[in-house]
């Protein structure tokens, strides 16, 4: 929750992942440009569409990755270059240890999501490579609840809100004690 993050997690929040894409995509463009050749790959999750509570930085994060490379995309029209996004669900890493908390704030869909392994996820990302995606989602269920909140945003949005860390309401707040 916006209260509960200090400004300057919220920046580190943004700068990874996507002022890294920014400076990495920066140093490589030029070579790229002049071979007129290749593909940049950003990640995201699927907070790049759908949002639930106790975690606004991120999700903020993940969506500046989906625009930079929408826009990263107009910029390269005629240039050779592919774009290509790829988005995630749950993965085994070490984010989870590393985020304290931030396992426990995921929402009840996403144990409708099979957790992916980081082969599983690499795989994915060379796949897309290979057949010149401009999107990878995986795993295929992701896509399955990103078509269910394009159908039904409003099913959608409660169903992100189960679980989580949705907020109490003040009048609530005081009852707890």
């Known amino acids: ?12 929040m943004m700068a990874s992942p996507y002022f890294a894409a920014f400076f990495v995509t920066r140093a490589f463009l030029p070579g790229m440009l002049k071979r007129n050749s290749g593909c940049i790959v950003n990640m995201t999750s699927a907070a790049c569409r759908m949002a639930w509570p106790g975690a606004t930085a991120y999700i903020a994060a993940r969506w500046a990755m989906s625009g930079f490379t929408e826009g990263l995309r107009a910029d390269l029209t005629g240039t ?3 774009t290509m996004l790829v988005t ?3 993965v085994t ?10 396992e426990e704030r995921l929402p009840q869909a996403q144990s409708m999501v099979r957790v992916l392994t980081p082969e599983e996820a690499a795989q994915a990302i060379i796949n897309g490579i290979k057949r010149d995606k401009r999107e990878v989602v995986a795993p295929f269920m992701l896509r ?3 078509a269910l909140n394009y159908l039904f945003p409003g099913t959608t949005r409660r169903m992100m809100c189960a679980g989580g ?4 309401a003040v009048s609530e707040v005081g009852r707890e004690a």
Do not use: H, I
């Open 93 to 102: 890493s070490s984010y989870w240890e590393n985020n304290p908390g931030s």
């Open 144 to 146: 399955f609840v990103f």
């Open 80 to 82: 050779g270059l592919r």
């Open 1 to 12: 929750m916006v209260e509960e993050t200090q400004p300057d997690e919220a920046m580190q």
């Open 165 to 168: 860390n949705p907020r109490k």
């Open 88 to 90: 995630f669900a749950k």
